[in-house]
């Protein structure tokens, strides 16, 4: 399965997983994820049509030139990359701060700036992408010897994959009201996987910089009232989040199925910490065998 970035929470080691959950009938639906981050069920499933959106601008315009100016991003990254690795362990680090300022204020646009996009997200400190208040993106470099930038086969299997997807960086409100509307008019089969930022597993565990807006509690309720709307136009959905609690308070009055899996995870500050997790997976249908099991 390729992946052209990093991404915290990605279901790059769980998409094989997620498959078994997947709708009878899911290869003739439109396949659309508002919250893509590395788009690892899409491209573990590869559909044929779909829909990929994230509120992370830059992410999204990353996606449109992978999709249609492989070769020159290809270039792009291949010179940040031997930049990078020409400057030594200490010009290392020069190097990524001095391409992080460019890259906060905005002086590179289009290819450049996707380009930029992708060194950082290689070099910075596991792959994090996290935002300040005004939008900067402010992750410190990361402690690789050699890492590998330009990855050019992925990229030029990821552009492949992605030809004739289409792309959104419209908020998670506004690309589910207008999936709704057009639910409205005309039923199309359609899977919807929805995989937000978590609901903190604890205390400090509250990340969920990855644009300045952040995501609240507040949006998580939003986020179920939608996906019930979705169910209600026809639409099949699927939701990932954390097993706790409050994720577990929030779906269980749906009637919806809710299974929980563990997923690796590798980012924490405390090594003794990492490890599977358990995550929950919400399902607006139930197969025919799982019908007759909860009759009975």
Request: charge should be neutral; include cysteine; glycine fraction near 6%.
């Amino acid at each position: 399965m390729p992946s052209f970035i990093k991404w915290v929470g990605s279901k790059r080691k769980l998409a094989k997983k997620l498959n078994e959950f997947l709708p009878p009938g899911v290869e003739n639906m439109r396949h659309v994820e508002p919250f893509a981050g590395s788009a690892a069920l899409f491209f573990e499933r590869r559909p044929k049509r779909a829909l990929l959106a994230d509120s992370n601008e830059d992410l999204m315009l990353t996606y449109r030139v992978v999709r249609d100016d492989v070769d020159e991003l290809v270039r792009h990254v291949r010179y940040l990359e031997s930049q990078f690795k020409s400057c030594g362990i200490a010009g290392s680090a020069r190097h990524y701060y001095s391409v992080r300022e460019t890259f906060n204020d905005h002086s590179c646009k289009g290819i450049s700036r996707a380009a930029q996009f992708i060194y950082l997200n290689k070099t910075c400190f596991n792959g994090v992408w996290r935002v300040n208040s005004t939008g900067d993106f402010n992750v410190p470099i990361g402690d690789y010897d050699s890492p590998v930038i330009c990855d050019e086969e992925t990229l030029r299997e990821c552009s492949a994959l992605l030809q004739g997807v289409s792309f959104s960086s419209s908020s998670f409100d506004d690309l589910l009201s207008s999936l709704i509307m057009d639910l409205e008019v005309e039923r199309s089969p359609t899977f919807v996987y929805l995989d937000p930022p978590y609901i903190p597993a604890s205390e400090t565990a509250n990340f969920t910089a990855y644009t300045k807006a952040g995501f609240s509690l507040e949006d998580h309720r939003r986020l179920r009232d939608f996906a019930i709307e979705l169910s209600t136009r026809g639409a099949h959905v699927m939701l990932s989040n954390s097993h706790t609690p409050l994720a577990l308070t929030l779906y269980q009055d749906t009637g919806w199925r809710i299974d929980v899996v563990r997923s690796p995870r590798s980012l924490n500050s405390d090594a003794r910490k990492r490890g599977a997790v358990g995550e929950i997976v919400v399902r607006s249908w139930l197969r025919a065998e799982e019908a007759k099991e909860c009759a009975q």
